[in-house]
């Protein structure tokens, strides 16, 4: 069954580098998104991507954050200069979208971002 | 704007026995998909079943089944016979027609342990 990968697995950085995180969405899919989850918290929305370009954004989504689709499979989200409060986990998710609302997420495995 | 809910930060149930985790939800459009996500230790999202909000019946994926009450706002989870493997965070989440389908909002989430 096809699915959507990430790299790295793991990510650690020193405050103020800039990281970007790397996506493969599953190849037939439209849209694609980036969501963060802090320490098993809730899992928040920061961005979603449609057409090469972005679709909606959240606050969270800031002047530090940007996101790239550089060729027809990948889809990065970089991180200008990491603060402290970055650390979470950033999955990578995409779907059909074209049943309209029912088609689910299908979601990475995640990158653990550490930053310290 | 949507909201989701889920009051129950955590959970326990005895092996075999069934299980209900509540969520509650709140939006204005007129059509939406409400979604059940686990979440095991390893920290992936898997994707368990789907609800549409014009759906007659209630949804079942095998053991999952969801009770869709919706004069209620309410897409509560229900885990028939659990297992061991159960033992996981539990997300509902949704998706409405404002903003194109596209953004998916979640719920906090509720810890099952199963116990044996």
């Known amino acids: 069954e096809p699915e959507v990968t990430q790299t790295p697995s793991h990510q650690v950085t020193q405050m103020g580098q800039e990281v970007i995180l790397r996506c493969v969405p599953i190849s037939n899919h439209l849209y694609f998104y980036w969501y963060r989850q802090i320490l098993g918290q809730k899992v928040e929305f920061l961005v979603s991507?449609?057409?090469?370009?972005?679709?909606?954004k959240s606050e969270i989504f800031d002047d530090q954050f940007s996101v790239e689709r550089p060729d027809g499979s990948n889809f990065t989200l970089k991180i200008r200069s990491t603060k402290l409060e970055d650390s979470a986990m950033y999955f990578c998710?995409?779907?059909?979208?074209?049943?309209?609302?029912?088609?689910?997420?299908?979601f990475g495995n995640g990158t653990r971002l550490t930053v310290t | 704007a949507q909201k989701i809910t889920q009051t129950q930060p955590g959970m326990f149930v005895q092996e075999k026995e069934a299980v209900t985790l509540d969520c509650t939800y709140d939006?204005?459009?007129?059509?939406?998909?409400l979604f059940w996500y686990k979440q095991p230790s390893s920290g992936e999202m898997i994707f368990l079943i789907y609800q549409g909000s014009y759906d007659q019946q209630n949804a079942t994926e095998g053991r999952y089944s969801l009770n869709f009450q919706k004069a209620r706002k309410s897409a509560n989870l229900v885990i028939s016979a659990s297992q061991l493997g159960d033992s996981a965070m539990y997300f509902c989440?949704?998706?409405?027609?404002?903003?194109?389908?596209?953004?998916?909002?979640f719920g906090t989430g509720t810890k099952l342990q199963v116990i044996p």
């Open positions: 939006t204005s459009d007129p059509s939406y998909g």
């Open positions: 991507f449609y057409n090469n370009e972005i679709s909606e």
């Open positions: 998710a995409s779907t059909v979208l074209s049943q309209g609302s029912s088609s689910p997420l299908h």
């Open positions: 989440a949704m998706r409405g027609v404002s903003g194109g389908y596209q953004k998916v909002t």
